[in-house]
């Protein structure tokens, strides 16, 4: 029987998310004092060999992100990714709103190994009570010193899921429309306003007490080994427990819904789960043993994403969810990229058409050359896997699409 | 200009802009201008009584009365010398009458300064340092400073500012006029001046006369002629009797035009040839029809010194003929044979008379064309002029100059001043941009600024149509009220002969060596219809 | 120097080149349309998009630096298939209408879509939004029924002329050109310089002057020096029939060292007093205070016999010349000359201080 594992969750519930002291009497602030005892290539190794990797969707070494910060950089910043923008993802403001000070200590952190005087954190939208709550946090650690001379600012996105994307959000912060920039440059060398810029997710900050104070070979050896920690994930949709669950990543997928979650509500049979927001593939029952780690789900064609898990029961149309997906997309693509911005009107106006039964097979295979080209041509991740539900389902759910394709020559 | 264009984008890191609109005037270079400034972080002075475009991207923003030019550039002087910002080594090595100068400019402190400029003595600090402490730095300038009583004067200040802070003779630096027409540059080179012939050797010069007269195989006159605002005023004594105007229009772009109509009636013959009939070539005897720019070959030399190809692209309407072949047949008619086969054939003349010319022919000319002076046929051209210090006369003088007010000042019957200048939308007399459809339909009429003050003060809205009178006369005009002016000033385009600025000037008191109108400063009275 | 293989050929380009000049370097084509060489690079139209081995996503070789070792395809299936996608979907938001379009044979995305084989977009299902074009300014046509969203006029507008009149509104396939608040750009602070219709790549952006007059196969384009202030921009009247029917630049700087095909409201759209009724055709004598028309000799010969009666009883000295500073060099040195050594005289000046 699979269990919860809690890093980033430890103080949840158990501490008053409002009070410093609480935070200072469960040891909080010590993995600060401790790292500022290090030299900056030695925290930034330390956080390399505990393979900690990004926890925002990409999954990139969080040490080696900040190894590419020239040392000689008279001006880094720190930038917090809070913008949690995929539909059925709150595991960040879980994770700020039960412990915001751990987030403030992580960040301090990184700004030791970057040298950094200021950080931002870029808050969704459509969280202002997030907002009110950091701004208390950081002027508790302000005027008891807990963050030595690192600043730290809250800015509030403008509910674009797009500057969710690191570079979109550096613009965003920057006063510009949110629009990804093209990489390289990245933003580790030339990041917001234009000066070297560490961009991490609220859950990777939070990562980091923990292994300063446990050491790297403690938080290695937790969960699959090539993505080492637990994954906080998000439970929606048909299933029993639809909470935030804290895991080893070498719990799996059918671990997670059916252990955790409960399974499926109502008697009702599995038909598809959703793994990483949005954008994420559309999982079969055949695959459900796949462990929740990066490369695993990756090496089964599956992004681990945010970690939002969609479940859906036998009675959910694919055709259905993934219209109204695309038209997400269609309402959320910037428009800088060509591929993005027409691809994916043309997306929703197919997947529009095969759901009213229109669509005849040539429309299929169009909608499917459409989004083989998007996933590569794209300038950002959003165009990027924006068409992955639509491939998947393609792939695992074709009777779906097939039997409005029936209905529109009968 | 002493420098070229294209160093106001990347060269220079502070540009002080006097008397100049750019972006209206010179857009390509206000464009340039404004690209250094936004994106390169150059520093950016503005002086100018009406707030232009740049102004409002300035650093510092001078918003100095019409003709206190002088006394604002010897405050900046009066800082730097005072705060030690000059280049002493420049002063030594490369110029003379320092001491004379400064003496002059000591008594300049920014506060008196103030008095007669209206610019807080903070922003004249702020001003002279950043010129003096950014790096190179250009001053660009145009009619703004010259066209007043004491134009010479005002450009002499901005050599000395120039001179004092070593911003000669280097990439970036410079004393850059920009000169408002396409080929006004070419007229001076060419001679078109009654002092000078090509390349500005002096017609009181035996040797360049000798030159001339051994060239040309006839005897020249060795007196200074006179100039244009001279000769009406001669045409109006009766001293003139005939003149052939070519491709000008006095009869707008001269100040007093009641005065410069007298002038012309009162001539016995006057010819005119232009490519329209213009207010001048109404009043001719004979007009002649000319090419334009498109219908013929030839040069023209920009306000960089960069002499340029024109080349024909089309046929002149009906008779009409390039003016180098109507002044042939007609020296050839008045016993005096000119023949030349081309444009070209003429340039080579010009170039073995003009040493600043001599290393060009229109094969070198392809392509990026050449600044003078390009002495000889291996010469690259000169992208900036004193190199390393060197004048031409030797050392660069400084000249002591005073503040003198302008010849009219406001009084209690005529308490505003006016200043008058151009449209980005239209050119000069408006001859052809008038006759361009979208240009005269987007900007139909003249509107004369009014500072929001002002209009409460006379009760003038937006858009009503006023009187507006000097000592000279009158005129209908449309006012438009923006605070883009300083309070008792008002401002008017000249382009349009339907309310044209110069029926107000005056064209008694010149400049007393450039002989330039003060067309920037006159006394005048707003009164509502 | 760096070594990459592209298309299987091993070729060199300089440290620090992108993709996109390696190629161009070595006589490769690679289709762009939003990339400029003057303009901040956007990176968004992906035409340019190539494949790069042990690389899961396509390059947008404008922006992708090029790396040592790199195995470059330009022109895979791929690829090809990729771009004829992009341009589908380009052209599903185009409407189409070469036949009378101003642009027509002076297109990029037209020359694409040829060569590419784009007759019709398979992506046409009612979705093409319609612009109205109802800007009511003299100079500019904006026609967004033809614009492919490359943002080449909103860099243009922002860099060469910083005005900052333009910039993209809306997201998504809804996004569009637009000034502020969607107005019309006379309500902005754009300048007319037409900066943005030189950068265009289709037939969005075009003059008003010129519309209808000659497209770019049927003109010829003559280099000369503008004839308004003294910047002494380069620019290229068109010809059509013995007729100026336009105004384009060259952006080279080897043949428009000032100002780099950058010019000015007038300068681009001020030269149709070219073509005025309002010409001088023929030589004028005035007659009982009328003007006649008069033959070239007869005027001349009077002018002639004037000026010489005027310099026999007067004296030279009361003779003038006003040249000007808006003719030739050529025909300054002529007017001086005529003036010094016909008339006499040096009472020669021009206006040089109005």
Redesign the interface.
């Known amino acids: 029987m699979a269990q919860e594992y809690r890093i980033v969750l430890a103080n949840a519930g158990k501490i008053d998310p409002a009070s410093l002291d609480d935070y200072l009497n469960a040891g909080g602030y010590k993995s600060l004092e401790k790292v500022r005892t290090m030299s900056a290539k030695e925290l930034i190794d330390l956080v390399r060999s505990s393979k900690l990797r990004g926890r925002g969707g990409a999954g990139f070494n969080a040490g080696m992100k900040w190894g590419f910060v020239p040392e000689t950089a008279p001006e880094t910043y720190v930038v917090c990714n809070l913008d949690e923008g995929e539909p059925g993802t709150y595991k960040d403001r879980t994770i700020v709103e039960a412990d915001p000070h751990l987030l403030l200590e992580g960040m301090a952190i990184c700004a030791h190994a970057i040298r950094s005087k200021q950080g931002y954190i870029y808050c969704r939208g459509e969280y202002p009570f997030v907002v009110d709550h950091l701004n208390r946090a950081i002027e508790q650690a302000k005027q008891s010193g807990q963050l030595g001379d690192f600043n730290i600012e809250v800015r509030m996105g403008g509910g674009a899921y797009v500057c969710g994307e690191e570079t979109a959000l550096i613009e965003s912060i920057e006063g510009h429309r949110g629009e990804p920039r093209f990489k390289p440059p990245f933003p580790g060398v030339a990041g917001l306003w234009g000066k070297p810029t560490v961009v991490n997710n609220v859950e990777t900050f939070a990562n980091l007490p923990a292994i300063v104070k446990n050491g790297s070979e403690w938080f290695a050896s937790i969960g699959s080994p090539n993505y080492p920690g637990t994954k906080v994930f998000t439970l929606t949709g048909d299933v029993v427990n639809r909470r935030p669950f804290e895991v080893p990543t070498n719990t799996t997928i059918r671990e997670l819904i059916f252990d955790l979650g409960g399974g499926i509500p109502n008697g009702k049979a599995f038909k598809a789960v959703q793994i990483g927001g949005t954008s994420g593939a559309f999982i079969p029952e055949h695959l459900l043993d796949t462990p929740l780690d990066f490369d695993s789900m990756r090496d089964a064609g599956i992004t681990l994403g945010t970690g939002a898990v969609f479940v859906m029961d036998e009675t959910r149309d694919m055709v259905d969810v993934v219209t109204r997906i695309a038209k997400f997309f269609e309402h959320e693509s910037c428009g800088k990229c060509n591929p993005c911005r027409e691809g994916t009107f043309r997306s929703y106006e197919l997947m529009k058409k095969i759901k009213t039964g229109q669509a005849t097979p040539s429309d299929v295979e169009n909608l499917s050359t459409l989004s083989k080209v998007m996933t590569k041509a794209c300038l950002c991740g959003l165009g990027q896997a924006a068409p992955t539900p639509i491939l998947t389902t393609l792939e695992h759910f074709s009777d779906d699409y097939k039997r409005r394709l029936l209905a529109a020559i009968s | 200009m002493t420098n070229s ?2 160093e106001l984008e990347k060269d220079s890191r502070c540009i002080f802009v006097i008397g100049s609109n750019p ?1 209206d ?5 206000g ?1 340039k201008i ?2 250094n400034v ?2 390169n972080g150059a520093k950016l002075i503005v002086a100018d009584a009406r707030y232009t475009d740049l102004a409002s991207i300035a650093d510092v923003y001078l918003p100095h009365l019409p003709g206190s030019d002088v006394a604002l550039l010897n405050a900046m002087m009066n800082v730097i010398i005072a705060e030690g910002l000059a280049d002493q080594a420049f002063i030594e090595e490369n110029t003379e009458g320092y001491e004379e100068m400064a003496k002059v400019v000591s008594s300049y402190t920014p506060e008196y300064a103030e008095t007669i400029t209206g610019v807080p003595a903070d922003d004249i600090r702020k001003a002279a340092r950043l010129y003096a402490q950014s790096g190179p730095a250009a001053i660009c300038y145009a009619m703004g400073l ?2 007043h009583s004491t134009g010479t004067d005002n450009v002499k200040s901005v050599c000395n500012l120039a001179m004092l802070t070593g911003n000669l003779g280097r990439p970036g630096t410079g004393v850059d006029p ?18 000078v ?2 390349g500005y050797q002096a ?1 009181t010069n035996e040797a360049a006369r000798a030159k ?1 007269e051994e060239a ?1 195989q ?1 005897k ?2 060795d ?7 001279e ?1 009406i005023n ?2 109006h004594h009766g ?10 229009n ?1 009869m707008m ?3 007093d035009l009641h005065h410069v109509e007298a002038a012309l009636k009162h001539l ?2 006057l ?1 005119v040839e ?4 213009t207010e001048t ?1 109404q009043l ?7 090419a ?13 010194r ?10 002149a ?8 072949e ?6 050839t ?4 044979p ?1 023949s030349y086969a081309s ?1 070209e054939e ?2 080579k ?2 170039t073995s008379l003009t040493p600043s010319y001599a290393g060009m022919t229109y094969a070198r000319l392809e ?3 050449l600044q003078w002076p390009c002495p000889t046929i291996e010469h690259p051209g000169t992208p900036y002029l004193h190199k390393d210090g060197k004048f031409s006369r030797g050392k660069g003088a400084f000249s002591a100059i005073e503040y003198k007010p302008p010849f009219e000042l406001p009084d209690e019957e005529y308490p505003i001043v006016l200043t008058t200048g151009r449209s ?5 007399t408006g ?3 008038r ?5 005269d ?2 900007v139909p009429e003249a509107k004369l600024e009014v500072h929001p003050e002002l209009a409460d003060k006379l009760s003038i809205i937006e858009g009503e149509r006023v009187r507006l009178s000097t000592r000279r006369g009158s005129i209908e005009i449309t006012a438009h009220v923006t605070e883009r002016i300083v309070p008792n000033v008002v401002f008017m385009p000249f382009h349009f002969t339907e309310a044209a600025a110069n029926w107000l000037t005056q064209s008694d008191l010149l400049d007393p060596v ?4 003060e ?1 920037k400063v006159s006394a005048a009275r707003i009164e509502k219809l | 120097m760096i070594r990459l293989t592209i298309n299987g050929r091993e070729v060199e380009a300089p440290r620090g080149s992108t993709l996109l000049q390696a190629c161009q370097l070595n006589g490769i084509e690679i289709p762009t349309l939003c990339y400029d060489p003057d303009l901040r690079l956007a990176g968004s139209c992906r035409m340019c998009i190539v494949e790069c081995k042990n690389r899961p996503l396509f390059l947008a070789s404008c922006v992708a630096p090029a790396e040592e070792g790199m195995v470059i395809e330009t022109h895979s299936d791929q690829i090809m298939q990729a771009r004829r996608v992009i341009l589908e979907l380009l052209a599903a938001r185009h409407d189409f209408s070469c036949q009378t379009c101003d642009k027509n044979g002076d297109c990029t995305f037209q020359d694409y879509c040829y060569e590419y084989g784009i007759k019709e977009s398979s992506f046409e299902d009612g979705g093409r939004r319609i612009y109205t074009v109802d800007d009511p ?3 500019l046509e904006r026609d967004y029924n033809k614009c492919i969203m490359c943002t080449r006029c909103v860099r243009a507008c922002e ?4 005005a900052r009149a333009i910039n993209v509104e809306n997201r998504g396939h809804h996004s569009k050109i637009a000034v502020a608040f969607d107005g019309y750009l006379e309500d902005s602070p754009c ?3 037409g900066q943005c219709v030189m950068v265009c790549p289709t037939g969005a952006l075009t003059s ?2 010129s519309a209808g007059q000659g497209r770019a196969f049927e003109v ?1 384009r ?13 620019l290229e ?1 068109n ?1 059509k029939d ?3 029917v336009g105004v384009s630049s060259n952006r080279e ?3 428009s ?3 780099k095909g ?6 681009r ?8 009724p ?9 007659e009982n205070g009328e ?1 006649r028309e ?1 033959s ?1 000799d007869e ?6 016999q ?3 009666e ?2 026999d ?2 004296g ?39």
């Open positions: 264009i294209g972006t005037n010179h857009p390509v270079i464009m404004k690209k936004l994106y010259t066209q920009l000169r408002g027409q396409n080929n006004v540059q070419g007229a001076c080179d060419m001679g078109g001046l009654p002092n012939y090509t017609v001339f040309w006839v020249l006159p007196q200074n002629g006179l100039t244009l605002t000769t001669k045409a001293d003139i009797k005939a003149l052939f105007v070519l491709g000008e006095p772009s001269d100040p016995d013959f010819v232009d490519i329209f009939l070539a001719a005897d004979v007009v002649l029809p000319g334009c720019f498109a219908e013929k070959d030839g040069t023209f030399s920009n306000t960089e960069r002499v340029q190809r024109v080349r024909k692209a089309a046929s309407p009906g008779q009409a003929r390039p003016d180098w109507i002044l042939c047949d007609l020296a008619r008045m016993g005096y000119m444009s003429i340039f003349e010009i392509g990026k064309g980005l939308f239209h050119y000069h001859t052809m941009t006759r361009c459809q979208a240009l339909e987007h450039a002989k330039i109108p067309y | 300014n003299p100079f860099e060469i002329t910083v300048v007319f310089c008003k002057v010829d003559v280099l000369t020096t503008c004839t308004y202030c003294g910047t002494g921009c380069t009247l010809v013995d007729r100026v700087e080897e043949w060292p000032v100002n950058a010019l000015c409201v007038k300068g759209f001020g030269w149709d007093f070219i073509n005025s309002d010409r001088l055709t023929t030589p004028l004598i005035k003007f008069a070239w005027a001349l010969d009077l002018v002639a004037r000026l010489q005027v310099k009883q007067h030279p000295d009361s003779l003038a010349m006003f040249t000007s500073a808006r003719v030739t060099n050529e025909e300054n040195y002529l007017a001086q000359k005529f003036t010094r050594a016909v008339l006499g005289t040096n009472n020669v000046d021009h206006c040089a201080r109005l």
